[in-house]
T-cell receptor
Framework: AQKVTQAQTEISVVEKEDVTLDCVYETRDTTYYLFWYKQPPSGELVFLIRRNSFDEQNEISGRYSWNFQKSTSSFNFTITASQVVDSAVYFCALLQGAQKLVFGQGTRLTINP | DVKVTQSSRYLVKRTGEKVFLECVQDMDHENMFWYRQDPGLGLRLIYFSYDVKMKEKGDIPEGYSVSREKKERFSLILESASTNQTSMYLC?????????????FGQGTRLTVV
């Protein structure tokens, strides 16, 4: 079965704090792809990052970083020095079989000034 | 820039009506998807299509059907709308030439069935 779990429904932190959003996935495939999307209040999903199952290198992009660990089937997302503009719903997604794209439940992140 | 356009931003329909949600993409993408988004449940896949006239059920296809007669257009059909189909519906498309390409989303259609 193909499944993505984001156990944190809502997170609220104060600006400048670091915050990590968890993502755990299940798949039987050896080849798969993982994604993170951001959904700001405007509603449209914005792509943030992709990672394939053969590349376990962590990635950093500015204040954003991603930790992919196949041993624990996790693909966690960390925002360093959070800002109010980071407030959004964040979704983790799994692409399996090159066709079916499945999302997690989402984590609502609120950054308070 | 890739553009995925959903025909309506907001829609109000009556129980029992046949409802069509239309989605058009302008980048010749093979894959297209329909999701519904509900609080606490995330995005749940209703149907997806990997080519013209080709479709596969997602995780929650009951009460829905789809049509893909042209590559750029993917329609979601509610044969007889019910109040439990009140939701936000999101369409997406992606290019399958490279398997790790991301999906692009439309702005969503908020459907209310009364």
């Amino acid at each position: 079965a193909q499944k993505v779990t984001q156990a944190q429904t809502e997170i609220s932190v104060v600006e400048k704090e670091d915050v990590t959003l968890d993502c755990v996935y299940e798949t039987r495939d050896t080849t798969y792809y993982l994604f993170w999307y951001k959904q700001p209040p405007s509603g449209e999903l914005v792509f943030l990052i992709r990672r394939n199952s053969f590349d376990e290198q962590n990635e950093i992009s500015g204040r954003y970083s991603w930790n992919f660990q196949k041993s624990t089937s996790s693909f966690n997302f960390t925002i360093t020095a959070s800002q109010v503009v980071d407030s959004a719903v964040y979704f983790c997604a799994l692409l399996q079989g090159a066709q079916k794209l499945v999302f997690g439940q989402g984590t609502r992140l609120t950054i308070n000034p | 820039d890739v553009k995925v356009t959903q025909s309506s931003r907001y829609l109000v329909k009556r129980t029992g009506e046949k409802v069509f949600l239309e989605c058009v993409q302008d980048m010749d993408h093979e894959n297209m998807f329909w999701y519904r988004q509900d609080p606490g449940l995330g995005l749940r896949l209703i149907y997806f299509s990997y080519d013209v006239k080709m479709k596969e059920k997602g995780d929650i296809p009951e009460g829905y059907s789809v049509s893909r007669e042209k590559k750029e257009r993917f329609s979601l059909i509610l044969e007889s709308a019910s109040t439990n189909q009140t939701s936000m519906y999101l369409c997406a498309s992606r290019y399958t030439g490279g398997v790790d390409t991301e999906a692009f989303f439309g702005q969503g259609t908020r459907l209310t069935v009364v």
